[in-house]
T-cell receptor, first 112, second 111 residues
Framework: NAGVTQTPKFQVLKTGQSMTLQCAQD?????MSWYRQDPGMGLRLIHY???????DQGEVPNGYNVSRSTTEDFPLRLLSAAPSQTSVYFC???????????FGQGTRLTVV | TQLLEQSPQFLSIQEGENLTVYCNSS?????LQWYRQEPGEGPVLLVT?????EVKKLKRLTFQFGDARKDSSLHITAAQPGDTGLYLC???????????FGQGTTLQVKP
């Protein structure tokens, strides 16, 4: 049972570099989302999608882009990495935005 | 803006002790979820409470949803080292269609 698969698990970037965090789910969920997790701040929503071709901004969208060309995939792009984007990133999928969220294992990103 | 405040943020106890984690808001939620997260892993759902006043039990864990659906609590009886982890509450925004997460409570149970 794959569930939600995130890659890579760890990444170090230099300030100004760009990269894409990959996320794929095999549960045929329409709703997918990206969160960042920082100490003492819980999970903050970056971007979300309610279906293929539809994306919207969450609480902390600046510096990130997303696209949803298929139901299965929801990549997160960092346009020009900054040290403030050092965090652990989680992708999640669910039936709707308020039902049980299934999370990937996370990507620990460090920007130096 | 809907916010969820969790308390305490950190809890370190001895095996066998009881504890309660609180999740409070001034907003009404249509449902409230509790997740547990282990180091290096994503959160995993423990329970969802939907009805005001609802109580759900999962072995030694008891979850309660406030009558007004603005708050919830998680009580662990006779904690064990295997209960160690980060506990997150998440409210389902009735108007936003999204989950709002609390800051989390880090629990350490020492043998």
């Amino acid at each position: 049972n794959a569930g939600v698969t995130q890659t890579p698990k760890f990444q170090v970037l230099k300030t100004g570099q760009s990269m894409t965090l990959q996320c794929a789910q095999d549960m045929n969920h329409e709703y997918m989302s990206w969160y960042r997790q920082d100490p003492g701040m819980g999970l903050r929503l970056i971007h979300y999608s309610v279906g293929a071709g539809i994306t919207d901004q969450g609480e902390v969208p600046n510096g990130y882009n997303v696209s949803r060309s298929t139901t299965e995939d929801f990549p997160l792009r960092l346009l020009s990495a900054a040290p403030s984007q050092t965090s652990v990133y989680f992708c999640a999928s669910s039936y709707t935005g308020v039902t049980e969220a299934f999370f990937g294992q996370g990507t620990r990103l460090t920007v130096v | 803006t809907q916010l969820l405040e969790q308390s305490p943020q950190f809890l370190s106890i001895q095996e066998g002790e009881n504890l309660t984690v609180y999740c409070n808001s001034s907003s009404v939620f249509s449902s409230l979820q509790w997740y547990r997260q282990e180091p290096g892993e994503g959160p995993v759902l423990l329970v969802t409470v939907v009805t005001g006043g609802e109580v759900k039990k999962l072995k030694r864990l008891t979850f309660q949803f406030g009558d007004a659906r603005k708050d919830s609590s998680l009580h662990i009886t006779a904690a064990q080292p295997g209960d160690t982890g980060l506990y997150l509450c998440a409210g389902a925004g009735s108007n936003t269609g999204k989950l709002i997460f609390g800051q989390g409570t880090t629990l350490q149970v020492k043998p």
